[in-house]
C-alpha cells in the first residue's frame, strides 16, 4: 500500500466510524500515530509474528513497570526535554540552570524540613562516602529565593531507591528542603552509586538486541520549585564516574557535573561531627521567572507516593 492508501485507511478505521462525541485532539494523536505505525509495518515488511512479538513486549513492559525505563533509554524523555528547551528559546527564556530527565523514581511527600536535611538512614555510613551537598536558590536576576523547595532523590550503594527496594527504611535517600532566609539549602548524605536496568527485564533485553548497555552514572535527582517561578527538573552526576557521559538515558548535560571536593582536614571532619574524610558538593539552582509565553514546566503524569 502507498502512504495515501494507507491515511485513507486509517481515516475509515478511526475517523469515518465515530458517531459519538469526538474528544479532536486525541483523535488526532491517534489517527498520526496508527497511520505512522501501519506505515511502518509495510515500509519494513513486519510480518504478523514480528507485529504480535511487538504487542506482547509492551504488555510485558507495562505489566512490569519498565515502561518509564524504556522511554529513559530510548530518548523519549531526553527529546521531550529538547523541545522543552526549544520552545523556552523560541520565548526568550535564557539562562537557568539546565533541566534534564526526572525518571520513572520519584515518590511524592518525602519529609520537609528547612535549610538542611539528613537524607540517609544511616545504615551505609560506614561503608559509603559521606556527602554533604549545599548551595542556593536563585531567581533569574541572580536574587537568592528564600521559602524555594528543594526535593532530593538518589539511589543508595548498591543502586536501589528506596520505595522500590523494600529492604529500605520509608523515604531514605528521599527528602524536601525549604530553602532559608538566604535562599540557602543544604543536605548531608552518602555518595550513591550509578545503576544499571534490571538485567532479565524488557528494557534491558531491546538493548541488548541494539548492541547497547543498561548503564546510568551516580546522580542526584531534584525538582526546586518556587511561587512564580518555572519548575525546574535536573539532576547533578557525579564527576569521575565511568559512565558520566555514557548514560544510557542520555540525561548527562553540561552545566550539571560540579567538582566533587574531597575534605580531609582534621578540623573539618571534626566540625561536621565525623571521624572520617568526607565529600562536599557546591551547587546553586537558577530558576526562571513563569510566563504564559512558553508551554508549562508541570508535567502531569502518574508517580509513587507512600
Known amino acids: 500500500m502507498t502512504h495515501n492508501e494507507i491515511d485513507a485507511l486509517v481515516k475509515s478505521f478511526i475517523v469515518d466510524t465515530a458517531s459519538g462525541e469526538v474528544n479532536s485532539r486525541i483523535q488526532q494523536i491517534v489517527v498520526r500515530l496508527t497511520s505512522d505505525l501501519f506505515k511502518a509495518i509495510e515500509d519494513l515488511d513486519l510480518s504478523p509474528t514480528e507485529v504480535w512479538k511487538g504487542l506482547e513486549y509492551f504488555a510485558e513492559a507495562g505489566a512490569t513497570h519498565e515502561l518509564g525505563l524504556l522511554a529513559a533509554g530510548l530518548g523519549l524523555e531526553r527529546f521531550v526535554d529538547i523541545r522543552m528547551d526549544e520552545a523556552e528559546a523560541k520565548a526568550g527564556i535564557t539562562g537557568g540552570t539546565p533541566r534534564t530527565i526526572e525518571g520513572p523514581l520519584y515518590v511524592a511527600g518525602a519529609p520537609k524540613s528547612e535549610g538542611f536535611a539528613r537524607m540517609d538512614d544511616g545504615t551505609e555510613a560506614d561503608q559509603g562516602e559521606v556527602l554533604f551537598m549545599q548551595g542556593t536558590v ?167 507516593s507512600a
Open 138 to 304: 536563585y531567581d533569574a536576576d541572580g536574587k537568592p529565593l528564600p521559602g524555594a523547595q528543594v526535593e532530593a532523590w538518589h539511589a543508595n550503594l548498591m543502586g536501589n531507591y528506596s520505595f522500590f527496594d523494600k529492604s529500605q527504611s520509608h523515604f531514605n535517600l528521599r527528602r524536601t528542603i525549604i530553602t532559608d532566609a538566604n535562599g540557602r539549602y543544604q543536605f548531608r548524605s552518602i555518595m550513591p552509586m550509578g545503576y544499571g536496568c534490571p538485567p532479565q527485564g524488557t528494557t534491558q533485553r531491546l538493548l541488548n538486541l541494539l548492541g547497547r548497555h543498561g548503564r546510568r552514572p551516580a546522580h542526584i535527582h531534584f525538582f526546586v520549585t518556587a511561587p512564580g517561578h518555572r519548575k525546574l527538573t535536573t539532576q547533578i552526576n557525579i564527576d569521575g564516574d565511568e559512565y558520566l557521559w555514557d548514560d544510557f538515558a542520555f540525561a548527562s548535560r553540561e552545566g550539571l557535573v560540579p567538582t566533587v571536593n574531597r575534605i580531609s582536614d582534621a578540623a573539618e571532619i571534626d566540625q561536621k561531627g565525623l571521624q572520617k574524610p568526607f565529600a562536599s558538593i557546591d551547587f546553586d539552582f537558577s530558576l526562571n521567572a513563569e510566563t504564559d509565553a512558553a508551554p508549562t514546566t508541570i508535567v502531569e503524569r502518574k508517580r509513587a
